[in-house]
């Protein structure tokens, strides 16, 4: 049970990917002593990513789990409160509002920034897991260029498919397009341009029985069953990019908060305001287009800084001098 230090807090944070760990720099550098939990993947999508090579400020790149406890470290040494536990619920009608945690803690809130992200649909199985930056990757923006001149896989149908599909080739010597029906589900638009793609193939009616590689040597294979034939045999690849989708982290606000139809937070006006007055969302819970640690860490500083307007608006604090916030 995590010993909170008050029983009311003015910002509470949940989640510490780049979006919720920026919104804490923020916010704590701006006296506002906020809470952080960091939910069930401390230091989100990130810790599962090996090469950081587009995060600014880093030339010769960096591994994700050291870039997101360097975002740890300087939140904390700025007065950050983190404790590793998530919030199970939150009460919008009380005011402050009511947070619940995991093992039942309870306290009150005046503003919550909601940083719980996305988490990328898999085929949900274990090798999958195990070769997850090794080989297997879920973000072909973030890991294309780990992929020059290799064959690679991409799986799925969709329209993320087909965008990343193309993507890749860029870097890829040949993309291969696994779906398990027998046709795609993508837009026209996207259909055509990936079959109009001199180095994209298309392999129908079939599944992944298992990512073939060691984390020494990356992905060789994929096993694979065609479900028309009932056939199973190996098809070599140096790269799996799985895209059959995210799901917002957003169980929790489920009729509390106004979303879309695939559950990502809509926010208001270019802003990180809710439709609830208090809550704002950064970060991948709320970005359906971009996805990226840069956009998520920008959104983090907005949020924080809608948060201190808020708390200004509610006259709980005194107005914050401009340096307070930096550049």
Known sequence: MPELKKETYDVTIMGSGPAGLTAAIYAARANLEPVLFEGPQ???QLTITTDVENYPGFPDGIMGPELMEHMRTQALRFGLEAHIAYIADVDTTTKPMTVTLDDGTKFQTRTLI???GASARLLGLESE??????????CATCDGYFFRGK???????GDSAMEEATFLTKFASKVTV??????????K???????ANPKIEFIWNTEIVEVLGSREEGVNALRIHNTETGETSDYPC????????HIPNTKVFTGKLKTNDDGYIITEGGSTRTTVPGIFAV???????YRQAITAAGSGCMGAIDAERYLESEHVIEEHRTENWGT
């Open 151 to 157: 064959e690679i896989v991409i799986i799925g149908g």
């Open 129 to 138: 897991s195990h070769l997850m930056g090794y080989g297997v990757s879920t």
């Open 178 to 187: 696994i779906h398990r029906r027998a046709e795609l589900r993508a837009s």
């Open 42 to 44: 401390p230091g989100g």
């Open 114 to 116: 909601v940083a719980s």
């Open 238 to 245: 140096q790269g799996v990019f799985v895209a059959i989708g």
């Open 283 to 289: 970060g991948d819970v709320q970005d359906f287009t």
């Open 189 to 195: 638009i996207m259909q055509d341009r990936a079959f």
